[in-house]
Structures are given as C-alpha cells and as structure tokens.
Nanobody
Framework: QVQLVESGGGLVQAGGSLRLSCAAS????????MGWFRQAPGKEREFVAA???????YYVDSVKGRFAISRDNAKNTVYLQMNSLKPEDTAVYYC??????????????????WGQGTQVTVSS
C-alpha cells in the first residue's frame, strides 16, 4: 500500500510562485515515475508534469519554462516548483505514482495511487 500526501498549496497573486511537495510511503519509491496532475472546476483531470526513476522530466506545453518537477529519493518526496503563476493555473493539484516500475506515463489511467490533492488559487 502506498500513501501520498501533498502540501504547499495556497493563494498567490499572478506572477508569484508556490512549491508543492508530495511525501510518499513505501520502500520502492525510487523505482517508480511520479506525476503531478491538476483539475479545475468543471474540467477533467489533466497531466502537468512527471519525473521518471532516473530523473528525466516531462511537462505539458502550458507549463514548460515555468514549472519544475524534482524528486528526493532519500526523502521519498517529489516536488513541483511553480513560477510565473497565471490565473489559469488555478486548480486542485494531485501527485500520483505510476502503475508500473521503470515506466513513464502522462495519462490518468496509468497511475494507481493518488494523493488527496492540494488547492492552488492564482488571483489576477
């Protein structure tokens, strides 16, 4: 069983920054890719960023150059640094663990464990 706990959300003005953290339980954290997704009201959950077991990163085009995903395997934690935030970044942000070891994915169905979500609100 894996538990994921996000933190770091909040209210920020446009142009500001936030850093999300996701603490994971489990001994094999380093073998799995981790992802961040977000869901705005009335919209489907969408991929934001992922980092594989070796540290290679992937981003949705809308956040490239503004967001950075990283991981600290010693702390079983994955981070999402969000800079130059825009009102359209407002959503509940979720971290998730990919289903299969040594694989990477950008779709919701390829992730099997999810955190409870943390609200990010960007005011204009």
């Amino acid at each position: 069983q894996v538990q994921l706990v996000e933190s770091g959300g909040g209210l920020v003005q446009a142009g500001g920054s936030l850093r999300l953290s996701c603490a994971a339980s489990g001994r094999t954290f380093s073998s799995y890719a981790m992802g961040w997704f977000r869901q705005a009201p009335g919209k489907e959950r969408e991929f934001v960023a992922a980092i594989d077991w070796s540290g290679v990163t992937y981003y949705v085009d809308s956040v490239k150059g503004r967001f950075a995903i990283s991981r600290d395997n010693a702390k079983n934690t994955v981070y999402l640094q969000m800079n130059s935030l825009k009102p359209e970044d407002t959503a509940v942000y979720y971290c998730a663990k990919v289903r299969s070891r040594y694989s990477i994915a950008t779709t919701v169905t390829e992730y099997d464990y999810w955190g409870q979500g943390t609200q990010v609100t960007v005011s204009s």
